[in-house]
């Protein structure tokens, strides 16, 4: 990224709060703008980095979970996943996810890339995995904070629930249009 | 969302911190897990809704930015965006931020949808908004925490940047792949 370097806001110190985020740590750096020399605090929440899964069955149905989301207020439909624990390779992220949220399992994985969830504020990465022919390996084994209901969706039902606004988790979203073509193109 | 009134998670108490988090509002919430019964303290960021663009001149380039993004520390390719100011409506959001962010201005503006950026602790949606036939209208007119070059891309030149990680914002990635095929189909 050397070459936008006139973009670039020299950092003047960090300072971490107590803020009690529970997922995140709270950081403010001071930052000067490159274009008015002006020193500003920004914000950072910082974290680990997450995964998400794609997991298809033998018939390419995607096991999909519900769950209340706090932010929301609501029960969502999206992919399994979660955090990567510190010293965790985010493919045995994907793996213990979609096993502790679900109970099933994978012996083929493929990586779809990373995104950044929001590279405004969050310094982690999303990292997106495909798990295919999926089977039932035990009963799930969900975390003192998670309720899941898991249900699995035919592209087709998936292309349904997006369009009409059911699904609309961005990061699910994310690594379900890297399998399957989920809008049509409008230009 | 009735139907799947066992996830719901009853709330018990909402308490607001003051905790600086320049674009957002903490707030706790206590939440009753209804597999557990066990009250846990949830994590809220309350903020307005947000807006994005992607923004075709007559060629159906696409109008990007580049800026320095504070979470990741380095300079990023986006779709220009902001967030919607108190009563205004998405649409009014969007047309301003295009022309504050690149001068730019569009006749024709179609609505691509909503997402939940991160629906687990955020309480906001992310509008994406179509504009084509954009044209030059005004310098830009950039904000204190604001440093932006703009950059027309073609189809081919956002594809390239997507699919070699150059572009990888989760929310630009939403707005561009309600338009444009961004992946090939893998199963």
């Known amino acids: 990224m050397d070459k936008f370097e006139e973009l670039?806001?020299?950092?003047?110190g960090s300072e971490y709060y107590d803020a009690e985020l529970?997922?995140?740590d709270k950081r403010i750096d001071k930052r000067k703008n490159p274009r008015t020399q002006k020193v500003l605090d920004r914000l950072v929440l910082e974290s680990v980095d997450w995964v998400n899964i794609v997991a298809l069955d033998p018939k390419n149905r995607s096991l999909m979970v519900r769950q209340f989301r706090f932010g929301v207020?609501?029960?969502t439909l999206e992919t399994p996943g979660g955090m990567v624990d510190p010293g965790e390779q985010s493919l045995d992220s994907a793996k213990r996810e979609l096993l502790e949220e679900t109970g099933f399992a994978?012996?083929?994985?493929?990586?779809?890339?990373?995104?950044?969830?929001n590279p405004a504020f969050h310094n982690?990465?999303?990292h997106h995995w495909l798990a295919q022919n999926i089977y039932k390996k035990g009963a799930q084994l969900l975390g003192e904070g998670e309720a899941i209901q898991i249900e699995f969706l035919s592209q087709k039902e998936i292309t349904a629930a997006v369009q009409g606004g059911e699904l609309k988790h961005a990061l699910a979203l994310s690594a379900l249009s890297r399998v399957f073509n989920l809008w049509d193109e409008k230009v």
């Open 124 to 126: 982690h990465l999303c």
């Open 8 to 12: 670039k806001w020299e950092l003047q």
């Open 22 to 24: 529970i997922l995140f």
């Open 106 to 117: 994978s012996d083929e994985w493929s990586y779809l890339g990373a995104v950044e969830p």
């Open 73 to 75: 207020g609501y029960v």
